[in-house]
């Protein structure tokens, strides 16, 4: 069984954030549909298509999240699991909030600030600055400030002092972690990079 640890960097490749991925795709194609004259049937088969994607997701999302809550969670021999796995909790309620709407968004999103939260504060005590589940945790709960709170201050903030207190002890990282390390410090630099861009204002 691969190591919490080594989750990590595919992480950013799980066939849930396919689905989010196809949703948003969904949904950009009944936007520009419903612009187009005539094409009420086209319309009507793309939100049929976006609906079943978002229910399928909801469901692996709840199911992960179910046995997150009754047994990975409770029976987490390790600190270090015990904070993968909030982080875990952080990622599947995220993908909720990206496809619901209304009061289950709302919930969605609290529950995964929540989780991020707690697995923050258990990695800034127990996990060093380059260790890769601390950072592929400020990673993703930087994009849910970015992409469900919208809150590209907040998000760039946390990106940006994980990827500092990473960079000041990157020749210090362990050889076993170095490459998913150095990973998701590239990754929190491209969205920096990405989300300062969007930032400014038009020339």
């Keep these: 069984m691969a190591s919490a640890t080594s989750w990590v960097a595919t992480s950013g490749c799980t066939d849930h954030e396919s689905l989010v991925a196809i949703a948003k795709v969904a949904e950009q194609a009944e936007s520009i549909g419903q612009k187009q004259e005539g094409s009420d049937s086209r319309v009507e088969r793309t939100n049929a298509y976006r ?3 978002e229910e399928e997701l ?5 199911e992960v999240l179910g046995l997150l809550s009754k047994n990975l969670i409770p ?7 015990k904070i993968f796995y909030y982080k875990m909790k952080g990622d599947y309620h995220r993908y909720l909030a990206e496809v619901q709407e209304g009061e289950l968004r709302e919930k969605a999103t609290s529950e995964s600030q ?15 600055n380059t260790h890769p589940i601390r950072l592929g945790l400020a990673l993703n709960f930087s994009v849910f400030y970015y992409e469900i709170k919208n809150q590209p201050d907040k998000a760039c903030a946390l990106a940006k002092d994980a990827f500092d207190k990473a960079i000041a002890e990157v020749d210090n990282i362990q050889d076993e972690t170095y490459k998913d390390s150095t990973l998701i410090m590239q990754l929190l630099r491209d969205n920096l990079t990405l989300w300062t861009s969007e930032s400014e204002p038009d020339q």
């Design 114 to 128: 929540a989780a991020y939260e707690t697995a923050t504060e258990l990695a800034d005590k127990e996990l060093g």
């Design 58 to 62: 909801s469901k692996i999302c709840e």
């Design 75 to 81: 029976n987490a021999s390790t600190t270090e699991a």
């Design 51 to 53: 609906k079943k994607v």
